[in-house]
C-alpha cells in the first residue's frame, strides 16, 4: 500500500542491528555454506537550492550517499552492514539564546570527518533481521527520528519543518524528536505488524545511546558541543547528556471512504536523556542544565491526490530541572498532486521560552531580576510551493518563504525574512 509523502519519510529501511550479534554470528558460522549473498544496494539523493532572500542571493547544497549489503542464511536469518556518507556545508549556528533548534545542542552528533571539510561519514552500523523483528547496532538516527510523521511537502530540503536547508538563517520551527542525531545506539523494532495486520500496520521501536557527549568539531554539528562565549576570554561550559533513551510508534491504515481509501498515517515518540557531568574551561561557569525530555506527535492524512497533516513537538531542551517546557513547536500543511506536478502549503511556528536565569547563570554577584527581558524567541514561517517531477528521480521546484523571527531587542529584536527558493533534487 503506497503511504502519503512524509508519513514514512524518517522510517528509512528496515535496518537492525544489536544484542544479538553474538548469536548471529554463531549462526553465520554454522550456516555460511548455505547462504545466499545479497547484491550491495546504493542509493541516494543530492540537492541544490538557490534562491534571493531580501534581494541577497545565496545558496546551498546537500548530498547524501547510502549502501547497504546483507547476507541471507540457511536458517533465514539476515546479518549485514551499510552506511552513508554525507556533504553539506550548510551548518546553522546554535545559540542558546535565540532558540536555535529545540535543544542547546542542536541534536547529537552529525558524523565523523574534518573539523574543516563538509564530507563526514554519517552513519555506520551493523544489523540482524528475522522473525524476531531486527537489532541493529551503530551510528544511525534512533527510532524517533525514523518513526516521524511530519507535516507533508513536496521539497528534499526546504520547508517549514526538518530542513536542511535555511536560507533565510531564521527559521527555528523543528518537531522530529532526533535530540540523538546520528549517535551509536543500539535499536530493536519488532516485526511490522506483529499483532496481525488486524488494527492496520502497527510498527514499534526502542533505541539507547549510552552517551550524547561533546565529540568535538570534527563529530558534532552544527557547533562541536555546547560552547557559548559568555565575555571576550570566557566561556561557560561543554555540555553533554547520557543514558539516551527513546521509544516510538508509528501506525498506518485504509479506510474506505467513497470512491477513494483514505490512508491515515500517525506516530508518537518520547525521547530522555540524564544530564552529565559539564565539562568546565578555565574561567567557565556551571548553567542551571537538566536531563533532557521531548515528546512529539504527528498525523497525515492522505485521499485520493491530496495529503494533509502536521506535527507538534515539546521539549525542556534539557535547559532547567524544574521546568517542565522550554521549546514548544508545530507545523501543518497540505499537498496537491496532478501528474508530474505538485503543490504545496505549509505553516510552522515555534516558541522557545528560555529565561534570564540562563543566561545569567549562579555567577557571582549576578542576579536574573537585573536583567529587564527574557530570552524567548517566537518564530513563524509560511511556504507555497510547486515542483514537477522529471524521469530518473529528477525534480524542480520553486517556493516561496517568509518567516517572522521575534526576540528581545538586546539579542536582535524582531526579524523578519522573505525568500524566494528554487530546488533541483534527484535521487537514485
Known amino acids: 500500500m503506497d503511504q502519503p509523502a512524509r508519513m514514512r519519510k524518517r522510517q528509512g529501511p528496515r535496518r537492525a542491528a544489536g544484542a544479538a550479534l553474538a ?4 549462526l553465520c558460522a554454522v550456516d555460511l555454506a548455505v547462504a545466499q ?18 534581494g541577497d542571493a545565496r545558496g546551498d ?25 554525507r556533504a553539506d556545508g550548510d551548518m546553522p549556528e546554535n545559540l542558546f539564546a535565540g532558540g536555535r533548534y529545540s535543544s542547546l545542542t542542536a541534536g547529537g552528533p552529525r558524523g565523523l570527518g574534518i573539523s574543516s571539510g563538509d564530507i ?87 533505541s539507547y545511546a549510552p552517551t550524547l557527549a561533546d565529540c568535538g568539531g570534527d563529530a558534532c554539528a552544527p557547533v562541536p558541543g555546547y560552547v557559548v562565549p559568555f565575555e571576550p ?20 491504515n485504509g479506510f474506505d471512504v467513497g470512491s477513494e481509501p483514505l490512508l491515515v498515517g500517525l506516530s508518537a515518540s518520547y525521547v530522555r536523556a540524564d544530564e552529565d557531568e559539564p565539562v568546565l574551561r578555565p574561567g567557565a561557569v556551571a548553567l542551571p542544565l537538566g536531563d533532557y525530555r521531548s515528546y512529539a506527535l504527528g498525523l497525515n492524512l492522505a485521499y485520493g491526490n491530496v495529503t494533509v497533516g ?13 521546568r517542565d517546557e522550554d521549546y514548544l513547536a508545530f507545523d501543518a500543511g497540505v499537498t496537491y498532486e496532478a501528474g508530474d506536478w505538485n503543490f504545496m502549503l505549509g505553516y510552522g511556528a515555534a516558541d522557545a521560552e528560555r529565561d534570564a536565569g540562563l543566561l545569567v547563570g ?8 537585573l536583567i529587564p527581558y527574557a530570552l524567548d ?10 515542483s514537477k517531477v522529471f524521469d530518473q528521480g529528477v525534480t524542480l521546484g520553486v517556493a516561496a518563504q517568509f518567516v517572522d523571527s521575534d526576540k528581545p531587542d538586546p539579542l536582535g529584536g524582531k526579524e523578519d525574512a522573505a525568500a524566494i527558493v528554487l530546488e533541483s533534487a534527484i535521487r537514485f
Do not use: C
Not at 547510502?66 to 552506511?83: C, F, P, Q, V
Not at 534512533?142 to 510523521?149: D, E, I, M, S, Y
Open 61 to 85: 547544497a546537500d548530498a547524501v550517499l547510502r549502501a547497504e549489503g546483507s547476507t541471507l542464511l540457511g536458517n533465514g536469518l539476515e546479518l549485514g552492514a551499510g552506511g552513508s556518507v
Open 233 to 252: 576570554g570566557a566561556s561557560i561550559q561543554e555540555q553533554s547528556w547520557r543514558d539516551v533513551v527513546e521509544a516510538a510508534v508509528y501506525y498506518q
Open 362 to 369: 549562579p555567577m557571582s554577584g549576578a542576579d536574573p531580576a
Open 23 to 26: 548469536l548471529a554470528a554463531g
Open 310 to 322: 502536521g506535527s507538534v513537538k515539546s521539549t525542556n531542551a534539557g535547559i532547567l530541572k524544574e
Open 377 to 386: 524567541r517566537q518564530t513563524q514561517t509560511a511556504q507555497a510551493g510547486v
Open 120 to 206: 563526514y561519514l554519517e552513519g555506520a552500523y551493523v544489523f540482524a533481521r528475522g522473525s524476531f523483528g531486527s537489532v541493529h547496532v551503530g551510528r544511525d538516527d534512533g527510532v524517533a527520528a525514523r518513526l516521524a510523521v511530519t507535516s507533508p511537502t513536496i521539497f528534499r530540503s526546504i520547508g517549514v519543518n526538518d530542513w536542511r536547508t535555511d536560507l533565510t538563517g531564521l527559521n527555528d520551527v523543528h518537531t522530529v524528536n532526533d535530540f540523538s542525531g546520528s549517535a551509536t545506539k543500539l535499536t530493536y523494532m519488532p516485526p511490522a505488524g506483529f499483532l496481525g495486520g488486524l488494527i492496520g500496520q502497527l510498527q514499534l521501536g526502542l
Open 37 to 54: 549473498e545479497h547484491p550491495i544496494e546504493v542509493t541516494g539523493e543530492a540537492t541544490v537550492v538557490g534562491g534571493v532572500v531580501d
